[in-house]
């Protein structure tokens, strides 16, 4: 798809990516802060307006797998250009949006963006040298960290000098811009897929994605007991099984069971669950408790929105350097150790703000540290990913790990959630501080679970011992690097 004819300098596909990655991260979460304010502008009720993240969600976890395969079959870029047009218009139609109807529209289709995430990694592994494929990786995983942090950050600014409506535009611009450079500079996959689609394992997983998340999404204001969640767990439970006994028997899985059987993958794929946890839910508590008037609750920063994503900043500048310096240790170290590091890194500031977060400093610190490991962890997690499976299959198994954090962070929000509500009466409308107490001690948990489940990941040189996963990433070229490791350790 792209118009050059001479495949350009891998940083020039580099750059491309990074614009990419860095607007859809900026939409993920820049909302995420206001959505008081654009329920008044637009005379909303808090449920409806709460659609506008959970049909954020749900379109991203269904489009992700899905246009990751379709990807890998008829051509990365080909897919980066469609997604990055989609989720131009998506925002567009977001900031010409002055009815909760429409906006909740352009919000689903913004969520179809979720797909640039494994697609940017298939042409990272595809153009880059094999020595340059971690660093890359880690930076674009990181950039998915970053861009959640510095939307929080940004949203309040924004939004009290401007209008809500540019937190679409400045993304949609920069969208527009990288759609605009994919098709020029990045240039055609050398790599496919081979067979076609399974439409009936597409039909499948996106059916128990959305009941899943519909279910953990809504279970602290429906009540997790409720008739109506309960209903969605139970066909969740009946769908899954029927989506893996269908991709099992089809030629052409969208989803090859055998991939998600790999250690490397099933592992990571663990300690993304866990982490989704985490970061998803401090992303969504800390601003909050950032927020709370202090006079009324006894408890909290009064900070306003510009003034919590700041204390935030600390956290989106750590994650970056995390992102970058993963890579290089990577490199060096291997991922698994990189990955435990970065769990590890996670656990003690959470004990920290359960222990006391009254204090500038304390959530300061938290927050730096919470970012270092975060950084860490998401990009090396990713790179195990990446390098675990073939170069065909990178798109769809990223794209799996992608959605596994965001089934992840929809759990912990929804059980962070119940636990900030168990204090909430109509004399008491603000959530109890012990909720705030329990929420970090949940996520102290689940950092230390990831840390655990980073333990059992395999050893760089079992990550890809399976023969059948070696394919050379370019046709008629020789073998890179990689491919001589794992050659070597199946002859041994």
């Not at 993240?53 to 990751?68: C, R």
């Not at 990807?71 to 909760?100: C, F, N, P, R």
């Not at 906006?103 to 020595?131: N, Y």
């Not at 008739?227 to 991709?247: C, D, M, N, R």
Request: glycine share 12%; hydrophobic share 55%; charged share 10%.
């Amino acid at each position: 798809m792209a118009l050059i004819t001479r495949r350009p300098h891998y940083n020039v596909t580099f750059t491309v990516l990074v614009v990419a990655v860095g607007a859809y991260s900026l939409l993920q979460s820049m909302i995420a802060p206001v959505l008081p304010t654009i329920q008044s502008h637009l005379h909303s009720s808090e449920s409806a307006t709460t659609w506008l993240m959970t049909g954020y969600l749900l379109a991203a976890s269904v489009a992700t797998p899905i246009l990751g395969r379709i990807g890998d079959l008829v051509g990365k870029e080909k897919m980066l250009v469609v997604t990055l047009i989609g989720l131009t218009a998506g925002s567009a139609l977001a900031g010409v949006s002055h009815s909760i109807g429409l906006m909740i529209v352009a919000r689903i289709v913004q969520g179809t963006g979720g797909a640039m995430l494994p697609l940017s990694f298939g042409i990272v592994r595809d153009e880059f040298p094999a020595a340059k494929v971690r660093g890359a990786v880690g930076v674009i995983a990181a950039l998915t960290a970053v861009g959640g942090g510095l939307g929080l950050v940004l949203a309040g600014p924004i939004v009290s000098h401007m209008d809500y409506h540019w937190l679409f535009w400045f993304p949609m611009i920069a969208t527009a811009a990288a759609a605009v450079g994919a098709f020029v500079f990045v240039p055609e996959s050398p790599v496919r897929g081979t067979g076609g689609l399974s439409w009936l394992g597409g039909l499948l997983l996106s059916a128990w994605l959305i009941t899943l998340l519909l279910a953990v999404s809504n279970g602290s204001s429906w009540g997790w007991g409720s008739t109506g969640v309960i209903g969605l767990f139970v066909a969740t439970a009946v769908l899954i099984p029927l989506w893996i006994l269908a991709e099992l028997r089809s030629p052409h899985p969208l989803i090859d069971m055998k991939m998600m059987r790999i250690p490397a993958v099933w592992t990571a794929n663990l300690v993304g669950l866990l982490f989704g946890v985490v970061m998803y839910t401090c992303m969504t508590f800390l601003p909050q408790l950032l927020q709370t008037p202090h006079a009324a609750a006894g408890y909290g920063f009064s900070a306003d929105v510009t003034k919590s994503g700041l204390y935030l900043l600390p956290m989106t500048v750590t994650m970056f350097a995390g992102g970058v310096l993963a890579g290089r240790l990577s490199g060096r170290f291997g991922s698994k150790p990189v990955l435990f590091v970065g769990s590890a890194l996670s656990v003690p500031p959470f004990v920290l703000l359960a222990i006391a977060h009254d204090r500038s400093w304390q959530i300061e610190v938290a927050v730096a540290l919470i970012g270092l490991g975060v950084g860490l962890a998401f990009s090396s997690m990713s790179a195990l990913v990446v390098e675990a499976v073939s170069p065909d299959q990178t798109g769809v198994a990223s794209g799996m790990n992608a959605n596994i954090r965001t089934i992840g962070g929809a759990i912990g929000a929804g059980v962070g959630a119940s636990l900030l509500a168990s204090g909430v009466s109509p004399a008491h409308p603000l959530p109890a501080d012990a909720g705030y107490t329990h929420v970090f001690w949940l996520l102290s948990g689940s950092a230390v679970l990831a840390a655990m489940a980073a333990m059992i990941v395999p050893n760089a040189a079992r990550i890809a011992s399976a023969r059948g996963q070696l394919q050379p990433a370019v046709p008629e070229q020789l073998p890179t690097d990689w491919e001589r490791e794992v050659e070597r350790e199946i002859a041994d």
